[in-house]
């Protein structure tokens, strides 16, 4: 597997990131859904990876600027048929690194709070995430949790 730089202008990553968003509107109500979609993705604060299994997109992931210290991790999806493989993990790592490279020194993220999103909390924990308060334009929701860690 590879991780490379996606500058989203494929249709394989389109319809991927439709599915995710499609997925995350089908577990969270509309007003606690915070996946960006395409458009979202492409702003300037934002830079997305692709995971490949060959030629086949196996996830994604981004981190977005919040301030020159502080980024957050956007996006983490694996191909559902691919779970519990190793992708999420290759590519938290991949995404650690690379905040770490850029100068972050805090890397956050919004997850949600439903049992369907428990191996993904364990999997940032297991990274060191902690469980935080919001944090940037974040309100305190019920649906959602959000961690944090010092890089």
């Known amino acids: 597997m590879k991780i490379v730089d996606d500058d989203l202008s494929g249709p394989e ?6 599915e995710h968003v499609a997925q995350m509107r089908s577990l969270t109500p509309l007003e606690s859904k915070h996946a960006l979609d395409l458009d979202g993705l492409r702003k300037p604060e934002i830079t997305f990876w692709s995971v490949l299994d060959g030629a086949t997109l196996v996830g994604c992931g981004a981190l977005k600027r919040l301030d020159p210290e502080h980024a957050e991790v956007k996006s983490m999806r694996t191909d559902p048929g ?9 590519l ?4 650690i690194a690379e ?3 850029m100068g972050f020194r805090r890397l956050s993220l919004e997850t949600g709070s439903a049992d369907f999103f428990l191996p993904a909390r364990r999997l ?3 990274f060191g995430f902690e ?3 919001p944090f940037a334009d ?3 929701d019920p ?4 961690m944090t860690r010092v890089l």
């Open 13 to 18: 990553i389109a319809r991927f990131l439709a």
């Open 82 to 90: 691919r779970r519990r493989g190793g992708i999420a993990s290759l």
């Open 92 to 95: 938290l790592s991949h995404l």
């Open 143 to 146: 649906h959602s949790v959000f």
């Open 99 to 101: 905040a770490g490279r």
């Open 138 to 140: 974040y309100r305190p």
């Open 131 to 133: 469980v935080c308060e």
């Open 124 to 126: 940032y924990a297991k």
